[in-house]
């Protein structure tokens, strides 16, 4: 929408505020209400939010060692644009607009929006289009932001009890959340093309139609934040944690990717090559294997991302490629020219959805302009089967954010700039956990050693 349409709706509609967001280092949606007059002269022109935004881990606290942003700077303002074409209606009547922003200036480097749209921009130059889609599995309890921390985060209730995958029983006893989720989704522009309960208590998975690669990212991040929102008013909450017990399996992020020509062909489609697999879709998967261990801490971000990482919990423990094949870290599911696509399995529910999407496409892309070879691909159970060391993925998110920090490919795609203040990032939060005493070294030592 152009700045004029934007304003006679504003005015039209007799609405006197405008909420604005940015998404921070771990997909967290900072923002405010703007007033507007106010957010009519940002439309033009941008305003400023104070960079701690990007200095800033999940919980508040400063990074010790950015660069880009910290005591050594003072915390200046960073320039934020407005993007127009984001504009959406906030549900639960607020009767307010919400737009989203994207980090200018110096910011620009490091913001993760601007980020994937760097690497889109690649694959533009590259003569391709992408076309990307999301899908989110969230736990869901019977319990409230204060009611978790009273209770130490245990003995926890979730809506429902027991293992009941594709539950037609669960969902139409909670028909009133399900279709409140359904409608929120396609009101605010980032509709589900599939939502059903996964196998655990209280866990359900979510699917994103699919979109344009920077409008995907953006709608996968808006459904994160306000099926949180949606499930709160209902005095319920929903956790998107890779694992949060030892009980149930992970929650899995998954990324479905496809390329189209300047035409609009499908890039990764071949009628006359094995599983319909073009030349491009396997240079793409080759790159997206080659560079899975060193851009792993763009996909695996919390220290909480590597507990789901593990043999038999259906997340993929090493860089293998297969053929509809859901024991692998990338499957390729064979189809028709529509339909032809990788889905990027290694990610969980705790991704940011811009960062990751990046990590994905832009291996990807790296391996068509390097002509890179996959492995044959896995048959059977990949968790059974031996890799090569090239195939290992760091087993902590510090290794990982070394690996990321060493990567010429990272600095490559994603700019040093980006790469040294996420590496960072992703250290500050292992170091973090490291000064936390758990209740598992509380229970094997205390008093017996």
């Known amino acids: 929408m152009k700045h004029d349409d934007i304003k006679s709706h504003l005015e039209s509609g007799g609405i006197e505020n405008v909420k604005v967001g940015v998404f921070d280092v771990d997909g967290i949606l900072r923002g405010k209400y703007m007033h507007r007059d106010k957010f009519l002269s940002a439309l033009k022109g941008g305003f400023g939010l104070c960079d701690v935004v990007l200095g800033w881990d999940s919980n508040d606290q400063l990074y010790d060692s950015a660069a880009y942003t910290g005591w050594h700077t003072a915390y200046p303002d960073a320039p934020v644009r407005i993007v ?142 306000f099926t949180k929102v949606l499930a709160q008013r209902r005095g319920w909450l929903a956790t998107f944690m890779a694992k949060w017990s030892n009980d149930w399996p992970g929650q899995s992020g998954h990324i479905h990717i496809s390329l189209q020509d300047k035409d609009g062909g499908a890039v990764f489609y071949d009628a006359n090559a094995d599983d319909n697999m073009s030349e491009a879709q396997r240079w793409f998967i080759g790159g997206q294997q080659a560079l899975m261990p060193e851009l792993l801490s763009m996909i695996a971000p919390t220290v909480n991302s590597f ?91 510090y290794d990982a954010a070394e690996r990321l920090g060493t990567s010429t490919a990272a600095t490559e795609l994603f700019g040093t700039e980006f790469v040294e203040h996420y590496m960072h990032s992703r250290q500050w939060e292992e170091r973090e956990f490291r000064k936390a005493i758990t209740d598992w070294e509380l229970a094997r030592y205390f008093e017996i050693i």
């Open 307 to 397: 507990r789901r990482l593990i043999p038999g919990f259906w997340a993929p423990t090493h860089a293998t490629w297969g053929v509809d094949n859901r024991t692998c870290a990338l499957r390729v599911i064979p189809g028709s020219a529509k339909s032809q696509r990788v889905e990027y399995r290694i990610s969980a529910a705790d991704i940011n959805p811009h960062i990751a999407l990046a990590a994905a496409l832009g291996s990807g892309l790296w391996g068509i302009e390097n002509k890179m070879e996959p492995t044959a691909p896995v048959v059977g159970n990949a968790y059974e089967q031996e890799f090569g060391t090239a195939q290992s993925l760091p087993q902590t998110l």
């Open 84 to 225: 127009p074409g984001s504009m959406r209606d906030m549900p639960f009547e607020e009767n307010t607009p919400f737009f989203l922003g994207e980090f200018d200036g110096a910011a620009e480097a490091i913001c993760p929006r601007g980020t994937l749209r760097r690497v889109i921009e690649r694959a533009k130059n590259m003569g391709f289009a992408i076309t990307a889609g999301f899908e989110f599995e969230f736990f869901l309890f019977e319990e409230t932001p204060h009611s978790i921390r009273d209770k130490g985060f245990r003995d926890l209730r979730t809506i429902t009890p027991g293992y009941f995958g594709y539950s037609v029983l669960r969902n139409s006893v909670h028909a009133e959340f399900y279709q409140d989720l359904l409608s929120m989704c396609s009101e605010m522009g980032f509709p589900l093309e599939g939502l059903h309960t996964e196998t655990g208590p209280g866990v359900v998975e979510g699917a994103l139609q699919c979109a344009e690669g920077l409008e995907a990212a953006d709608q996968a991040a808006l459904f994160k934040t």
